[in-house]
């Protein structure tokens, strides 16, 4: 089963900061991709747990996004993305 993946207004502008400031701007969008991936197919095992099992964090680098699983309604929403060193 496939989950929409939502990226907020916020979590956009973040990862178009990232992509516009990148050495690599290929590598943030490969590693974009991957997470949209991962996340669109199984969100609840891609990452790792944070606060909840719902709460998670997924590092596809260069990036690493903070995100919620919402299974009633089959949705993924990136709450924050992040550039990893």
């Given amino acids: 089963m496939s989950y929409r993946v939502i990226w907020p207004r916020a979590a956009r502008n973040d990862l178009a900061d990232i992509w516009l400031n990148a050495a690599d701007q290929n590598a943030?969008?490969?590693?974009?991709?991957e997470i949209d991936r991962q996340l669109g197919a199984e969100p609840l095992r891609a990452g790792r747990p944070m606060r909840s099992s719902v709460r998670r964090r997924l590092v596809v680098p260069p990036l690493g996004v903070l995100y919620e699983v919402i299974e009633d309604d089959k949705r993924v929403i990136v709450e924050a993305v992040f550039r990893i060193a």
């Fill in 28 to 33: 943030v969008t490969s590693a974009s991709a």
